[in-house]
């Protein structure tokens, strides 16, 4: 420090302070002093750091710096000279008593002083800027912050107030240091449309065109601070670009099959679930194979992908072939009337190759996941939910399905009731969808049904095995059921048959389609609808109005049933 300050500075010094706005007054008061460079007579600015009263550090501002200039526009002093890295300003803070103690924290000295012009007197400055925001690490950066001086002062502070440039390096410096302090008392400044910093709102840009706000600017500045986001807390500013879709687009439904009945029941869209849930031969696995294929059919643009966890339908090649047939409506079988010629095979499984991909781990042949998963757990939810993820991450599904949860080797805990662990899995896989923004298919028995007369009655989600969770936590919950039983003609009960003997099953029976739950009105609506399942066109459902019933009659010297329709268009999606 010069021994004696002069109480003025040079007319050079004072023209540039007015541009900023700023008075002398204000600096000379934190000590802020003008030299002369020797050799070039610039005028430099030098900005004291003190810890107390002792000088512990100088910060020097060339005023004549122009861009291009070889020499540095700042510069502090090297450590070697035993400097020490703090806030500036920080020997001027002091809190009277019953105040709340509030510091402004600045990422520049120009806004530092602009906020000690208005009357806000505990404001700081960073001493070196703000840091790159693609920095890969910050080892140095915030040495200051975490200095033990300043850690001990601010320890007692109840608010930061930060006051840095609204561009993404001031953003990054904001939120670091909100960090280090603690975001819970920490708050940042919001600027008027096209202002930058403090300075620029109380003195003005001519270039940018921005006029001179003033106090008045820079207290309505103070009035509108922002807290930091907290994980898990979201406000409207946080997803201010799904609100612009929702101005937009209004609630956008998902994707559906092209069947407008079954459309206007349920779409698909990431980040959701669906259950499924019928009794035994309802038509829940052959349902929501076909729908899927319809799907990734339907919706060829997207190239849609699945994953499928389906060991009721084993081995593999089963699955594989069952979704070629549903898919060219033909047997995969060689030799029937209406089976796949070698062409159509091969082009549907090189099709199937890339949208489908069944995750069926064994004993011999299953990935341990960097030794996370052992030979006894392949089958664990946990160990389904790490195929999916690479799946995720190396094929971009759209969703995946699971078929059945009963197959799943669950891990209870002892001491917990069924229905809490259940709870607790749909809580994960909820999770699960909303992070790897997929949607899931999960297949799930309901628990032994009554009968009404020689049919099952339909069951509910509530009717699902452990968990009334079932239902609770579904964004789509469909129910497939099928009234199979028939009573035969009275003419044609004989008078000693028995009660089995006058009933018969009717292949032609509808299946009934319901949406029990849907949790968003975008994605459907509860209803139902009556389907017909065509099983000569590989599992295919029709809507049961619309397709004539098919009586199933073996020809003469072969096992196969007869050909499907030839006026029935066939759409290949290859």
């Not at 002069?6 to 030299?35: F, N, P, T």
């Not at 033990?148 to 001031?170: H, L, N």
């Not at 202002?195 to 207290?219: H, M, Q, R, S, T």
């Not at 039983?485 to 000693?496: F, G, S, T, V, W």
Request: with cysteine.
């Amino acid at each position: 420090m010069p021994k004696q300050i002069v109480e003025a500075y040079s007319m050079e010094v004072r023209d540039y302070l007015k541009r900023r706005g700023l008075d002398q007054s204000i600096l000379l008061k934190e000590k802020i002093y003008e030299y002369t460079m020797r050799g070039s007579g610039k005028p430099i600015m030098g900005f004291p750091f003190y810890i107390n009263q002792t000088l512990v550090n100088v910060k020097y501002f060339d005023v004549r710096w122009k861009l291009g200039a070889d020499s540095p526009k700042w510069w502090q002093m090297r450590k070697d000279f035993g400097t020490r890295s703090i806030f500036l300003g920080m020997q001027s803070l002091s809190f009277d008593e019953g105040e709340k103690k509030e510091v402004i924290i600045t990422e520049g000295e120009w806004d530092y002083l602009t906020w000690k012009q208005c009357g806000y007197k505990n404001a700081v400055s960073v001493p070196q800027g703000a840091p790159a925001p693609n920095a890969k690490n910050f080892d140095h950066e915030f040495d200051y912050a975490n200095d033990k001086y300043v850690q001990s002062f601010f320890a007692d502070v109840e608010s930061i107030i930060f006051s840095t440039d609204g561009d993404a390096p001031g953003k990054a410096l904001r939120n670091q240091l909100a960090l280090i302090f603690g975001k819970e008392r920490c708050k940042y400044i919001n600027y008027p449309g096209g202002y930058k910093d403090a300075n620029e709102v109380f003195a003005g840009d001519e270039k940018k065109g921005l006029k001179a706000l003033g106090k008045e600017g820079v207290e309505e500045c103070y009035k509108n601070i922002s807290s930091f986001p907290i994980a898990g807390v979201i406000k409207p500013s946080d997803c201010r670009e799904d609100l612009e879709l929702i101005k937009k687009n209004g609630f956008i439904p998902g994707i559906g099959i092209g069947m407008p009945e079954i459309d206007r029941l349920f779409t698909l869209k990431p980040k959701q679930i669906t259950f499924v849930t019928g009794v035994p031969s309802a038509g829940k696995s052959t349902f929501v194979r076909w729908y899927v294929t319809e799907l990734i059919r339907h919706n060829s643009a997207l190239n849609l992908k699945f994953g499928m966890f389906t060991p009721e339908n084993r081995p593999v090649a089963r699955e594989y072939a069952k979704i070629a047939e549903v898919m060219t409506g033909q047997y995969y079988r060689e030799g029937w009337k209406n089976s796949m010629n070698d062409s159509l095979r091969d082009k549907t499984m090189r099709f199937i190759e890339k949208h489908f991909f069944v995750v069926s781990p064994d004993r011999k042949n299953y990935e341990s996941w960097n030794g996370t998963v052992s030979s006894d757990r392949i089958n664990t939810l946990d160990s389904i939910l790490k195929y999916l993820v690479h799946l995720k991450k190396t094929e971009n599904i759209f969703g995946f399905v699971i078929d059945a949860w009963n197959k799943i080797e669950h891990e209870q805990p002892r001491n917990m009731t069924e229905s809490t662990f259940i709870s607790q899995q749909l809580d994960y896989l909820i999770n699960f969808c909303d992070l790897w923004d997929v949607h899931g298919i999960i297949i799930v028995h309901p628990r032994k049904i009554e009968q009404q007369g020689a049919n099952y009655k339909m069951p509910s989600l509530y009717d699902i095995k452990g968990s009334s969770a079932w239902k609770e936590k579904a964004d789509i919950g469909i129910v497939l059921h099928r009234y199979m039983n028939k009573r035969k003609k009275a003419q044609d009960i004989p008078e000693d048959a028995d009660e089995d003997d006058k009933y018969y099953v009717d292949p032609d029976t509808p299946t009934v389609l319901r949406t029990e739950k849907i949790r968003f009105e975008e994605v459907g609506v509860m209803d139902r609808v009556k389907l017909i399942m065509d099983s000569k066109r590989g599992g295919r459902f029709f809507l049961f109005e619309e397709k004539k019933k098919v009586k199933y009659e073996p020809i003469e010297g072969k096992i196969s049933p007869p050909e499907p329709e030839e006026d029935e268009e066939e759409i290949l999606p290859f």
